[in-house]
């Protein structure tokens, strides 16, 4: 099973 | 004081209708380079990033750096009361809570302003790092959004293939599966009709087809479409806007558990 990811996990805050 | 023109009031009406799904409350930033805006859907899976660049505009003032807090649904609902060959102008005060979008007739025996309140909206703005990415394609826009909507009848999502053969959507769901390549096609008369895909190395990447959905609400802004993909990264889905900058959308990829 593939699980949806998040924008969040890939780019930082900044 | 801040004041953008834009002849083709058209422009702005598609800008709206291809963010106003995803994204509900968004700031408008404006500076003396242009105005820019960057939001993230609400469950975090998508954002969307747009750049209008102000020599672009008609006319562009912008006195001091603005962040415009505005309801993109409020705002499309606005700009349909223009009409498409209106040149509109959004005006707003450095230190008042409203902006006011005038619509002008071609023929301008007819003016409309409308004044909106802004609001104030805490957005977290993510910083996206420069990337090469494994795989580029180059399509016509509208060849995208049929492949994105003839998958979405069979099943949620679509993996993403890019190889030497071509690209590869395909995607299975409870009536069956579907595949639909599409190859390097450089010979056709007209450059926005072409193909092209750029690859360093192959990669295959799952997507929720629904997000893919929204993101073709661009299609009216652009003849093609740029989708670049990388094995450890958001897909990037660009539609350049003539002239004047274009809407990105990043699409978080769905991954093995």
Known sequence: VRQQSQITSFFSLG | ?257
């Open chain 2, 1 to 257: 004081m801040l004041e953008l023109r834009l002849l083709q009031g058209g422009l702005l009406k598609k800008v709206l209708e291809a963010m106003r799904e995803l994204v509900t409350d968004a700031n408008f930033d404006c500076s003396r380079s242009g105005c820019s805006l960057q939001a993230m859907d609400s469950s975090h899976v998508a954002l969307v990033a747009l750049l209008l660049r102000s020599d672009g505009f008609d006319h562009f003032r912008c006195d001091r750096n603005r962040s415009m807090g505005m309801n993109l649904n409020h705002v499309a609902k606005l700009l349909r009361c223009a009409g498409n060959d209106d040149i509109v102008t959004l005006k707003a005060d450095d230190d008042g809570d409203t902006v006011t979008f005038m619509f002008e007739s071609p023929k301008q025996d007819k003016i409309a302003d409308f004044e909106m309140k802004l609001m104030d909206i805490q957005s977290e703005h993510l910083g996206i790092p420069e990337a090469e990415y494994q795989a580029i394609v180059k399509m016509p826009s509208q060849e995208f959004a049929r492949i994105c909507r003839d998958l979405s009848t069979i099943g949620d999502t679509v993996v993403i293939s890019v190889t030497k053969e071509g690209v590869k959507f395909s995607t299975k769901g409870d009536i069956g599966s579907a595949n639909i390549v599409c190859r390097q096609n450089t010979t056709v008369d007209k450059p926005e009709e072409s193909t092209v895909i750029e690859m360093k190395d192959p990669v295959s990447l799952t997507f929720a087809l629904r997000y893919l959905i929204s993101f073709t609400k661009a299609t009216p802004l652009s003849n093609t479409v740029t989708v670049s993909m990388s094995s450890d990264l958001p897909m990037v889905v660009e539609y350049k806007i003539a002239d004047m900058g274009y809407i990105r959308y990043y699409l978080a990829p769905k991954i093995d558990e």
